[in-house]
């Protein structure tokens, strides 16, 4: 029995002189692998916090091509916006005078520019218009809801180019294509989209 504890006394005896001699050694390489893991873990971190933006910022980019078109209770209205908005009617101030007659939602009105003035909207009737634009009341209130110019120019050629029964848009040049397009009805895209696609 005494050689039996003797025994037990000398492993246990060993096994404390080994648990402490690793751990030693092991006491002494953690820290400092500690301590570069939490110097190291918060760099990374802080960068992914300032990368994340930038990658959702060239997401949103495309979306800036096709700015959306707020809200407009008329078809005057909206088409006001599209003539003064700098991408729609890009190119608007360089042009000559132009007078472009509407008919929609049972309204007369016209919209024009005199030379070197700004562009204005009326209501009734113009006595010598470039071209007259009918649209049915249907389709006003299609043009009314496109939340884009994209969406508003697919929906207009749509309705010129396929009228249905109470959908349609009319086009009458009045003057010759040519002398339009001298006058800029060719470069701003508002213009060239209502009068142009009536070549």
Known sequence: MSRFF???????????????EPVEEVQVEV???????????????????????????????PVSRQPTIPYHASIQDRLMYMFNDSTIGSGIEGTDEFYIEFMAMGERFWIGKAPLGKVSIKVGAMTDQDAHV????????????????????KV???????????????????KPITDL??????RVPIMKLLIGSAR
Request: no cysteine.
């Open 31 to 61: 820290p400092e692998s500690s301590v570069k893991e939490t110097v190291e873990a918060p760099e990374p971190s802080a960068e992914e916090t300032t990368e994340a933006p930038e990658v959702t910022v060239t997401e949103k980019a």
């Open 134 to 153: 009918r649209i049915s009341n249907d389709v006003a209130a299609i043009l009314l809801s496109a939340a884009n110019f994209s969406e508003f120019s």
């Open 181 to 186: 397009n001298r006058r800029g009805y060719a």
């Open 6 to 20: 003797k025994r037990k006394k000398s492993v246990k005896e060993e096994a404390k002189t080994a648990e402490e």
């Open 156 to 174: 207009f050629m749509h309705y010129y180019k396929t009228p249905e029964p109470g959908k349609f848009i009319k086009i009458e040049v009045r």
